[in-house]
């Protein structure tokens, strides 16, 4: 009997071990994820973002022609491919999901009433949105962010999707000499720093794409 007994108990363990290994391995491999940041000072709204229906994934091109009647130039800056997945904790992708981004352009200034500033590029749409696809793949074409007074270079990012809602955040160029000082990356611990962070590689083609920067967007629900 007690052979019996320990027999059993050595089954009652395995199971529970195994149903731990079930069920808490997942929340172990969860992911941090973006940490939240506001919209900041220069999120175009929907009404002034009205004004054009060129707010496409290509930040770099916009349609309309200059008061001489040509096309407009290609936005200034360094081009940059920005690309990745987007995906939940659990490191599942996300198809579907809205995501936005905006940033200055190569002289400082935003596309808002309140953000321009001496220099405008008006071949940079400086705010672009697209949708994840069914891989939760994304893709910009945008220019390397640039530093405005106050603030090292970066990217505002914003996306929306129903099994999570709303996530706002910031993407900061790695390596950037102007980060230890930025107020915002300096308040992050380095865990989120990762989830935030642009690795830029040189672009093998050349221009007009100088940059490209593979950044998973995760957003832990």
């Known amino acids: 009997?007690?052979?019996?007994?320990?027999?059993?108990?050595?089954?009652?363990?395995?199971?529970?071990?195994?149903?731990?290994?079930?069920?808490?391995?997942?929340?172990?491999?969860?992911?941090?994820?973006?940490?939240?940041?506001?919209?900041?000072?220069?999120?175009?709204?929907?009404?002034?973002?009205?004004?054009?229906?060129?707010?496409?994934?290509?930040?770099?091109?916009?349609?309309?022609?200059?008061?001489?009647?040509?096309?407009?130039?290609?936005?200034?800056?360094?081009?940059?491919?920005?690309?990745?997945?987007?995906?939940?904790?659990?490191?599942?992708?996300?198809?579907?999901?809205?995501?936005?981004?905006?940033?200055?352009?190569?002289?400082?200034?935003?596309?808002?009433?309140?953000?321009?500033?001496?220099?405008i590029d008006a071949g940079f749409q400086g705010f672009g949105a697209t949708r994840s696809d069914a891989r939760g793949g994304y893709r910009f074409r945008t220019i390397r962010p640039v530093p405005y007074p106050g603030r090292t270079p970066h990217i505002h990012v914003k996306l929306r999707h129903a099994t999570f809602g709303e996530a706002t955040s910031q993407l900061f160029v790695a390596g950037e000499p102007g980060n230890p000082a930025d107020f915002l990356y300096r308040s992050l611990g380095d865990d989120d720093r990762r989830e935030v962070e642009l690795r830029l590689q040189r672009a093998s083609g050349g221009e007009p794409v100088m940059w490209i920067a593979e950044r998973d967007l995760v957003v832990a629900a």
Do not use: N
């Open 1 to 119: 009997m007690a052979a019996e007994h320990r027999d059993r108990r050595r089954l009652i363990v395995a199971a529970g071990a195994g149903v731990v290994a079930a069920i808490g391995c997942p929340a172990i491999a969860l992911a941090r994820g973006l940490p939240a940041m506001t919209d900041g000072p220069f999120y175009p709204s929907i009404a002034y973002r009205a004004r054009s229906l060129d707010w496409d994934a290509d930040l770099t091109t916009v349609r309309g022609r200059d008061p001489d009647g040509q096309p407009l130039p290609k936005a200034r800056g360094e081009h940059l491919d920005l690309h990745g997945i987007v995906r939940d904790g659990a490191g599942r992708a996300v198809d579907g999901a809205e995501i936005e981004i905006w940033q200055c352009d190569a002289f400082g200034s935003y596309r808002h009433p309140r953000g321009a500033g001496d220099r």
